[in-house]
């Protein structure tokens, strides 16, 4: 199909235009690219720039303001792709499961986290039971700044997650 339109354009009866411009030869090389060639044909390049990023026929000229309520209007004057729903709730659906698979290997460093600090404490735990020396400051990082804080950050919200049920049980009997 293709080399049917090709010989088409090759073979194109001759017009007044095709005359005058092979009187002067730079004018017929220009116009035959233009023709037979559609790369060299400047619309062909025009058409591949998205149309918001194409320069207007007139490169001085403004646009017209319009105040913010009448381009809101406008727009809601558009029909409404019936696909404009479904990718709204696609990129939600999405978007909350990337929210839930983050929150979900958060919560299972967290209980990673907790389980060695328990275990550390355990193991303290045993052997002051057992009635060997231990040095509890060493083990656990007294003094240590950033494991103070690690601490810090583990035994707040288990001691919160202990409290809030003993609380809410008071006040219930209450």
């Not at 490169?59 to 319009?66: D, L, N, Q």
């Not at 735990?125 to 231990?134: H, S």
């Not at 583990?154 to 809030?164: E, F, M």
Request: proline content about 6%; overall charge positive.
């Amino acid at each position: 199909m293709l080399r049917s339109i090709a010989r088409q354009r090759l073979f194109a009866p001759v017009t007044a235009l095709s005359k005058a411009a092979v009187a002067t030869p730079r004018a017929s090389v220009a116009w035959r690219a233009s023709s037979s060639f559609p790369i060299a044909d400047p619309s062909f390049w025009k058409g591949m720039v998205p149309k918001p990023f194409r320069r207007s026929q007139d490169p001085f000229a403004r646009k017209k303001k319009r105040s913010k309520v009448a381009a809101f209007k406008a727009w809601m004057a558009k029909e409404w792709n019936p696909a404009t729903f479904f990718i709204i709730i696609f990129l939600l659906i999405g978007s909350m499961s990337i929210n839930m698979i983050t929150l979900k290997k958060s919560f299972e460093t967290y209980m990673r986290q907790s389980d060695v600090r328990i275990g550390l404490l355990r193991e303290v735990v045993e052997k002051l039971q057992r009635g060997e020396k231990v040095d509890v400051e060493r083990v656990l990082g007294s003094g240590v700044p950033e494991k103070e804080t690690e601490w810090e950050e583990g035994i707040v919200p288990l001691a919160l997650s202990l409290i809030k049920p003993a609380l809410l049980r008071q006040k219930g009997r209450n």
